[in-house]
């Protein structure tokens, strides 16, 4: 933004003058709004991350999200299994509802190396 002000400076008075003038006189106004919203979105991961009991300093935020996305989603599979389980014991055939899903899955693995094994969801 000093250039452009240095710029205005520079040229004076003219039509070029006026574009350059418009342009800081919007421009100021968006990098403050920017600039604003910056410290506000640091100040939220700072917090954030403190929450988790992580270092904000040598926490990096991709590292940060992405096993926040990992836990995320293990936390959901682990849910999906406690309903399961839960259905399962309300309902006597769901048991062979499992079977007939895990053999469907060993069906698909046919001449691949596949980590399927069988799991005890009780």
Known sequence: MEAVRKE??????????LLVRDFLVNAEDKLRRLKTAAKMAQG????????????PRTTDANT?????????KAFKFV???????????KTPDAKTKIT??????????????CNFERRDYS
Do not use: M, Y
């Open 44 to 55: 939220a991961f700072r917090e954030c991350v403190e929450f988790f009991a992580e270092s």
């Open 100 to 113: 007939q899903v895990e053999q469907r899955e060993r069906r698909k693995c046919r001449g691949r190396r």
């Open 64 to 72: 940060f999200f992405s096993l926040l996305v990992r836990f995320v």
């Open 8 to 17: 205005a400076e520079i040229r004076g008075r003219g039509n070029h003058s």
């Open 79 to 89: 849910i999906a299994v406690v309903l399961l389980s839960a259905h399962r014991e």
